[in-house]
């Protein structure tokens, strides 16, 4: 069932979907030191423009799920995906603390709308091959990740302003977002007006959001503090600073490459817990060094530990028997995300009454508990059949 040119096509699609959105937020997130230098904003003022793109987000989510009841996927994607590309400038815009936030809503809403629908798009296709393959989807985020941090990185150290920078980048991915949308799955293959709008989480999906929230909050926290840690704490220039979220990426993307291979041969169970405990014993080892050079392996680590969680997670949402994929998939990514865009800003308040790599420890502490609640992706598990 997965042979054939259009299978192919459909995954290249999904694929360059999952790359767009991990490269405008990438941009995003490389430049928020220089945007919080120039509207003179503390962490905690950061923290709380931050909490608007949590707010757009969350409340995004739940409602992506009921529209894709209605709507296909394919058509909820690429509407979100442009508006998503189309906010990406108007953050380099924003003239004070106040209307950052507000264009952060406005940011966050495209961002949980689209994350839904392409990661139902992608449990589609995943249907069509018979096998895992959600965590190369998730790779090609990471790829998106990592380019767009690079990029953003080097324009940054050459001085390149973050306007110009930022409507560059939202037209080129514009134009990947439009071609990659006439190849998506058609019409119909998600739209199921009949089935029920909302439903009741059960048990197994709650257990999936907690899995999701505590790795969520260890992503969001690389995005949002690392270029941050490394800038404000370890003294680095701003190209170095950038290239932490990289690395990050960098070492998530190779090991989502490999993630359905390994997923297959160890079992979704076992992935879980070895990722929580590299990503604990990696960061927690480099917050006690506190060295530039350990802070990148201990960032890589964090990588290379949540790397299959998340794949493995929303894989097993949407096979959940008895609910349709869109709404089990915005069940368990509203939990999910709710820790990767409320625990950034939870960081930063945390990093004002303490330090920040003592907040940044709150990581090592979630990293621990995925590892305690591995289990819970047992039941749902993924069950390849080639």
């Not at 459909?10 to 995003?28: E, I, P």
């Not at 119909?188 to 007006?193: P, R």
């Not at 930063?348 to 992706?377: C, K, M, N, W, Y």
Request: charged share 10%; glycine share 14%; with cysteine.
């Amino acid at each position: 069932m997965g042979n054939g040119h259009g299978a192919s096509g459909n995954r290249l699609a999904v694929a360059g979907m999952f790359f767009v959105n991990g490269a405008v937020f990438a941009n995003w997130v490389t430049r928020i030191p220089v945007i919080q230098q120039k509207l003179g904003l503390s962490n905690g003022a950061l923290g709380v423009a931050i909490t608007g793109m949590a707010v757009g987000a969350l409340v995004s989510m739940p409602t992506t799920g009921w529209v894709l009841t209605r709507f296909s996927s394919r058509s909820v994607t690429t509407i979100a995906g442009l508006g998503y590309c189309a906010t990406l400038p108007l953050l380099a815009l924003a003239p004070n603390l106040l209307i950052l936030a507000m264009v952060l809503v406005l940011f966050g809403a495209f961002n949980g709308a689209m994350d839904v629908a392409m990661n139902a798009q992608g449990i589609a296709v995943e249907k069509r091959y018979q096998r895992p393959i959600m965590s190369s989807f998730h790779g090609w985020f990471s790829v998106g990740g990592m380019a767009g941090a690079s990029g953003s990185g080097l324009l940054a150290s050459a001085g390149i302003d973050p306007i110009p920078h930022l409507v560059g980048v939202a037209l080129l991915l514009g134009i990947v977002t439009i071609f990659a949308s006439r190849r998506l799955l058609s019409a119909g293959i998600d739209a199921v007006s009949h089935e029920p709008a909302f439903v009741v989480p059960t048990r197994a999906l709650l257990g999936l959001g907690a899995v999701a929230f505590c790795a969520l909050v260890g992503e969001g926290a690389m995005a949002d503090w690392s270029a941050i840690y490394l800038r404000k704490t370890l003294g680095t220039g701003l190209g170095l600073a950038a290239a932490g979220y990289s690395v990050f990426s960098l070492a998530m993307a190779v090991f989502r490459f490999t993630g359905d291979w390994l997923t297959q041969r160890l079992g979704p169970v076992r992935m879980v817990r070895l990722g929580g405990i590299v990503a604990a014993t990696g960061l927690g080892l480099s917050l006690i060094i506190a060295q530039p050079v350990a802070a990148l392996i201990g960032f890589a680590c964090v990588g290379v530990g949540f790397s299959t969680i998340i794949p493995i997670v929303f894989s097993a949402a949407g096979r959940t028997p008895g609910i349709p994929p869109g709404l089990s998939l915005a069940a368990v990514t509203t939990t999910g995300y709710s820790g990767f865009l409320f625990g950034p800003p939870l960081i930063g308040f945390a990093s004002d009454l303490l330090t920040l790599p003592r907040a940044l420890s709150i990581v090592v502490i979630l990293s621990t508990i995925i590892a305690v609640l591995a289990g819970t992706v047992r039941r749902p598990a993924i069950t390849p059949n080639s």
